[in-house]
């Protein structure tokens, strides 16, 4: 049985991720509601940490496992890409913290939109490690059964799909530039389609999602032939 604080978290971080996607559209948003929204987002952000603070209080412990060690860095390097975005945002701000008096100038801007793609796609490793949990907050809401051959097989062909059309909008959307800082005269037309610019992020976070937790999965299944093989080898 899934409880419902789990599920309310899962809910609250599910907004939270919407939001960030929905934030890099600034040129379709416009700066006061990609300021609103990423308000939002950043109150979301605090209330995830919040309901995660035993995750915090153990981060200190030396981590026993490779994946454990994987997770520290990563939510770390989240961490520090959310503040860069979050401190870059008070600088930059025309609307939510305007009474600051924005100082920030075009270097400003550049890190801030750094920071904000980087984050896209750490959250996306971040989802991808805990995609298990996922997968059994769904089950529950839907009681479905732990094991359906059908259903696996299904899902797993539509998550290659998904993380098949991720690989073709990471080139479309020009994301190795994008996290490389690279300047670009190229911006999606929205006036054309606003549909297709969100499909293709959705896609690509389902790309690092799936190669993420596929990752993991083979990394486990690695480690546990080792102990295996270590343990039949032992007199």
């Not at 990423?38 to 490779?66: D, Q, S, Y």
């Not at 732990?146 to 062909?157: F, H, P, Q, Y």
């Not at 969100?198 to 790309?207: A, K, T």
Request: proline share 1%; net charge positive.
């Amino acid at each position: 049985m899934i409880k419902k604080s789990f599920l309310l978290r899962l809910v609250l971080d599910a907004i939270a991720a919407s939001s960030l996607l929905v934030g890099i559209a600034y040129y379709w948003l416009g700066n006061v509601t990609h300021e609103l929204i990423g308000t939002g987002m950043f109150l979301l952000v605090l209330a995830h940490n919040f309901f995660n603070r035993r995750w915090w209080g153990h981060v200190n412990k030396a981590p026993r496992e490779a994946r454990r060690w994987f997770d520290v860095a990563l939510t770390m390097s989240l961490l520090a890409a959310m503040l860069a975005l979050m401190l870059t945002s008070g600088l930059i701000s025309q609307t939510v913290l305007s009474f600051l008096a924005p100082t920030g100038g075009v270097t400003t801007r550049q890190i801030h939109t750094l920071a904000a793609y980087w984050v896209v796609i750490l959250v996306a490793i971040h989802l991808g490690v805990r995609w298990k949990r996922v997968m059994y907050a769904a089950r529950g809401v839907f009681k479905l059964a732990e094991e359906n051959t059908i259903r696996t097989a299904t899902l797993r062909v539509v998550a290659t799909a998904i993380a098949g059309y991720g690989v073709q909008s990471s080139f479309v959307m020009g994301v190795a530039s994008k996290l490389a800082m690279q300047m670009s005269l190229e911006w999606w037309d929205f006036e054309a389609s606003s549909t297709g610019f969100f499909l293709h992020w959705i896609s690509i976070l389902g790309l690092y999602v799936f190669m993420t937790h596929y990752a993991l999965t083979c990394l486990h299944a690695l480690q546990r032939r080792v102990r295996v093989s270590v343990a039949h080898s032992k007199p």
